[in-house]
Each structure stands twice: as C-alpha cells, then as structure tokens.
C-alpha cells in the first residue's frame, strides 16, 4: 500500500477498529480518526446471494461483487463519527468492519524494532539476545537513549550499547541481553524505549522462561514399607533406587528422612546418599532406613516419609511404624529349689506373619518352644540342676517368627 507507514501503520485512535452487525439491507459502521490523510477501510459480510453490497458515498470498492466486500477512502483531515456504509437491495444479517490506516510522516524521525521479539531461556543460569534497530526516518539524525523496563525478581538485562548515533535515513543497532539466576518457569515482557528529545518509541520483547529440569529422574522403591518394632528396640527397611532411563552422566540421589516429634523415635537412613553410574543395565543402588525407638517411646502408630532427591527430581515414600509396649515375662514361684515346677506367663510378645515362636532358656539351657498368634503365652517347666546363683531365674528369651 504505497505511502503507509509500514512502521506503525494503523491510526492509534482508542475507537478504532470500529465494528457493527444487523439485519437490513443497508449496513454503516462508525469511526474516528486521530491523523489527517488517513486512508479508511470498510469490509462487510452480507449473508443474501441475490445481490451484492455496493460501496458507500466517497468510498472505492476493490473487491470484485460477492457477498463480502471492501471499499476505502482518503479523508484529507480527522474525522469523528464517519459513517462508513455499504448499500444492498436485499435485506438480511450483515457484519462490517472499518478501521485507519495512516499515512508515512514527513517530520523527521525514527523507529525502534527488537528481532528476535520472543526469546526463550531454557535453564537457570542461562541468557538470551535481541538486536535492537534503530532506523532513521525523513533524514533524522542524532542521538537515541536507549531504556529497558525492569524484569521480575530472579531475571536481569542489558543492552549495550545504551545511546546510539543516527545519522540521515541510516540505521543503528544494540544488543538486549536478558539473563536467567533462578529456576522458575514464567512468561513476561519487557519494553524496551528509544527517546530523542521529545521523539520516543518503544519495541516489546516476549521472554518465556521455562527451565529443564536438573539431575536425572529415578524410581524409588523400600521394603517392607511396614514396620514393627517394640519400645527400646530398631528396625530397619531396604531401600532401592533405580534410573528411570539409560544413564549417560553420573548422578547422585540424596536422602533425608521425615520423621514425627515423638520420644525416643529417630530415624537415619545410611548410606545419606547413593550415585548411579552409566550402565547398560540400568543398575540401580542400595541403601538402609534403620528406625530407633527407647524404652520411653509411647506406643502407637507413626509414619516416617522417606525423601529422596537429584537435582529438581523429587521422590518419597511413606513408611508406616507401629511400635509396641516391650514384652512382660513373670516365673511363679519366682524362686525353688532344683525340680521346682515354674510357670512362666509371657505377654505383649510381637506377631507378626500368623504366629511367632518363642524359644525359651535357663541358664544357657534350652527348655523348650512356646507358640502363640495372641502374643500371650504360657510355659511350663521343672527348675534343672543350674550352675551356682538363685535358685530359680530365667536368663534367656528369644523370639523367631514362624512363618
């Protein structure tokens, strides 16, 4: 279109573009204009076949006949409030548009473009660039300052060089850097201005931040995922992890371990951190959750979590914990001579799996098993010749699970 101002080439008046829609045969859309020598430009969409919309008073039309058309119009000074119409015999529903296109100045002056106008920051740490043009306009020359607006937190810029010469229908170039330190992902722009005097222009650049993630992703897996354990006493789960892909980089998954304000209740996990190396295989590594109780821990149900990291790649696994009152044993009588017939009464004794077998001692000798899926038991027994001490005591219990 010979003569627009390629640069900026629509009339910046807030009205513009003006739009309407009806049913009738003729159609009229308002507009205004803020610049003289414009150029106005009409379309419509009238929905009736059997005849076509002509252009309205002063306009051109430059489409050829049809259902939609479009005419223009050189106004020489500012308009408020044109009508710009078309005319059809025929009645039915219609849309029209018009908007300005204005005219190339003749006063000196410049423009500022930014190419590439979206950069893309892939990762923390990382920049990216935009050449910001200066193009001088009817023989404007001097000197342009050059601003950029203020990123979000976590996001710097610059632009070197900031003030640029132009001379005469020439042209001058800086370089916009826009530098990432965090990693967040976001999207934001940045207005970068020129001013000269009382001249300013402004070039907007898109930036999308979207860093990749750091480390290499991972399975995690623990066994048993539940534990046992009476007050005083530890337990302990194996824990594995596994690449999720081929390993090409070493990498290192660190734990850590969540483990609730409970007395007594502590929980490590060793090693605090494994690295999976390059394998064919997909090899993966080892480590041990060993959870601690004392004597004071309150019996009852916990959850421990165990955290595992590499980079920004985060897993867990949640172990639940019950931990139970330490078992009771008592002898009736409590003391006798060799062949005295003892009772024993056991209770509170851990079962786990169906039943759990009980192998009961005197004095390093072995007496007998007692069985019980409750945790209670009772033992009978004749005191045996015993080396020198009390008459009667019991010195050893041991627990088996039978599985």
């Given at each position: 279109?010979?003569?627009?101002?390629?640069?900026?080439?629509?009339?910046?008046?807030?009205?513009?573009?003006?739009?309407?829609?009806?049913?009738?045969?003729?159609?009229?859309?308002?507009?205004?204009?803020?610049?003289?020598?414009?150029?106005?430009?009409?379309?419509?969409?009238?929905?009736?076949?059997?005849?076509?919309?002509?252009?309205?008073?002063?306009?051109?039309?430059?489409?050829?006949?049809?259902?939609?058309?479009?005419?223009?119009?050189?106004?020489?000074?500012?308009?408020?409030?044109?009508?710009?119409?078309?005319?059809?015999?025929?009645?039915?529903?219609?849309?029209?548009?018009?908007?300005?296109?204005?005219?190339?100045?003749?006063?000196?002056?410049?423009?500022?473009?930014?190419?590439?106008?979206?950069?893309a920051l892939p990762q923390s740490s990382s920049s990216a660039s935009s050449v910001v043009t200066l193009?001088?306009?009817?023989?404007?020359?001097?000197?342009?300052?050059?601003?950029?607006?203020?990123?979000?937190?976590?996001?710097?810029?610059?632009?070197?060089?900031?003030?640029?010469?132009?001379?005469?229908?020439?042209?001058?170039?800086?370089?916009?850097?826009?530098?990432?330190?965090?990693?967040?992902?976001?999207?934001?722009?940045?207005?970068?201005?020129?001013?000269?005097?009382?001249?300013?222009?402004?070039?907007?650049?898109?930036?999308?931040?979207?860093?990749?993630?750091?480390?290499?992703?991972?399975?995690?897996?623990?066994?048993?995922?539940?534990?046992?354990?009476?007050?005083?006493?530890?337990?302990?789960?194996?824990?594995?992890?596994?690449?999720?892909?081929?390993?090409?980089?070493?990498?290192?998954?660190?734990?850590?371990?969540?483990?609730?304000?409970?007395?007594?209740?502590?929980?490590?996990?060793?090693?605090?951190?494994?690295?999976?190396?390059?394998?064919?295989?997909?090899?993966?590594?080892?480590?041990?959750?060993?959870?601690?109780?004392?004597?004071?821990?309150?019996?009852?149900?916990?959850?421990?979590?165990?955290?595992?990291?590499?980079?920004?790649?985060?897993?867990?696994?949640?172990?639940?914990?019950?931990?139970?009152?330490?078992?009771?044993?008592?002898?009736?009588?409590?003391?006798?001579?060799?062949?005295?017939?003892?009772?024993?009464?056991?209770?509170?004794?851990?079962?786990?799996?169906?039943?759990?077998?009980?192998?009961?001692?005197?004095?390093?000798?072995?007496?007998?098993?007692?069985?019980?899926?409750?945790?209670?038991?009772?033992?009978?027994?004749?005191?045996?010749?015993?080396?020198?001490?009390?008459?009667?005591?019991?010195?050893?219990?041991?627990?088996?699970?039978?599985?």
């Open positions: 279109m010979s003569g627009a101002n390629i640069y900026s080439p629509f009339d910046p008046n807030a009205a513009l573009p003006g739009s309407a829609n009806g049913y009738s045969g003729d159609t009229s859309v308002l507009v205004s204009t803020s610049n003289p020598n414009d150029m106005i430009i009409g379309s419509v969409i009238h929905g009736n076949i059997c005849c076509f919309p002509a252009a309205g008073p002063g306009f051109t039309l430059i489409t050829p006949p049809g259902t939609t058309a479009a005419e223009y119009d050189i106004v020489n000074a500012t308009v408020s409030g044109l009508a710009v119409t078309f005319s059809d015999p025929a009645v039915d529903t219609w849309l029209s548009m018009a908007d300005a296109v204005q005219a190339m100045p003749t006063t000196p002056d410049f423009t500022i473009s930014a190419t590439p106008s979206r950069l193009t001088s306009l009817n023989g404007f020359s001097g000197t342009v300052s050059l601003a950029v607006s203020t990123p979000p937190a976590g996001f710097s810029t610059a632009i070197q060089p900031s003030t640029l010469v132009l001379t005469p229908n020439g042209k001058a170039q800086a370089t916009l850097t826009v530098e990432s330190t965090t990693n967040i992902t976001t999207t934001f722009d940045l207005s970068v201005s020129g001013t000269s005097g009382s001249l300013s222009h402004y070039a907007s650049v898109h930036v999308t931040a979207n860093p990749q993630p750091v480390g290499s992703d991972f399975f995690l897996s623990t066994y048993p995922t539940l534990l046992t354990a009476l007050a005083g006493s530890s337990s302990s789960s194996d824990i594995e992890v596994y690449p999720v892909g081929p390993v090409s980089t070493s990498f290192t998954v660190v734990f850590s371990v969540k483990v609730p304000a409970v007395t007594g209740l502590t929980a490590t996990v060793s090693p605090g951190s494994v690295t999976l190396t390059p394998s064919p295989y997909q090899s993966g590594a080892s480590a041990t959750l060993n959870v601690n109780t004392l004597a004071t821990t309150p019996p009852g149900n916990y959850t421990i979590t165990i955290v595992s990291q590499s980079g920004t790649f985060s897993h867990s696994d949640p172990i639940s914990v019950q931990v139970l009152p330490p078992p009771a044993l008592s002898l009736a009588p409590p003391t006798g001579p060799v062949g005295t017939k003892v009772l024993v009464i056991g209770t509170g004794f851990p079962v786990q799996y169906g039943q759990t077998e009980i192998l009961v001692t005197f004095d390093d000798q072995l007496l007998g098993f007692a069985f019980t899926s409750t945790g209670n038991f009772n033992f009978t027994f004749n005191v045996p010749v015993s080396q020198s001490g009390p008459p009667c005591e019991s010195d050893g219990v041991a627990l088996h699970d039978q599985q």
